[in-house]
Structure formats: C-alpha cells, structure tokens
C-alpha cells in the first residue's frame, strides 16, 4: 500500500488544501453513512479511496486515539478501513490492494 501510494508520488509531497476537503468533507461522511447502511440492513459494501485520500486517511488513523475522538464526535461511531487497504488508481484501472501490482490486460 505505502509503497504503491510512494511510487504514484502521493506520498512525496504535503496533501493539497483540495485533497484534505474532499478527506473531510466527501470521503469520512460516506464512509460513515455506508457503514450506518450495512449496519441497518445487514450488507458489506467495500469503498475504495482515491490515492490521496487514501494516504490521508491513512495517516488520520496513525494517530489512534485523535482519530477515534474525531469521528466519534463527527459520526458517532469509529470509521473503520477494512484490510486490505486499497486505493483508486487511473480511470479504468482496477483498485489496488496492499502491494498488489497492476497489468494492463488485467484492468
């Protein structure tokens, strides 16, 4: 995962004001309403992050403790990633998954 995210160059450089918007705003409250949904009807449904969310989200939850508080403040309930991480990679392509290396005849 972090070395797929370092090779795509997410990792090299401060997240944009754009992509910790779309982190807050867009990504952690469909997570919380996806979660909430296959709760109340007894479904999985795997949601799969862009690069840069991925990699914010990421360091969001390697500081435990902050990150239970924050959305148990702003969602009620701790939003969990379920292993393996992934994220989005081009249009068309796949997602990845923890190292997993892509092929063009597989996307």
Known sequence: ???????????????????????????????????????????????????????IWHCHRLAPFRYEDYTKRHYGQILDATAPFAFQTKEGEKPQYDGEKQSQDSA
């Open 1 to 55: 995962f972090l070395r797929d995210l370092h090779a795509q160059g997410i990792t090299l450089q401060q997240p944009s004001a754009k992509s910790v918007d779309r982190y807050l705003n867009v990504w952690l409250p469909l997570v919380s309403s996806i979660t909430k949904t296959c709760i109340n009807h007894s479904t999985s449904t795997r949601l799969v992050p862009p690069g840069d969310v991925a990699w």
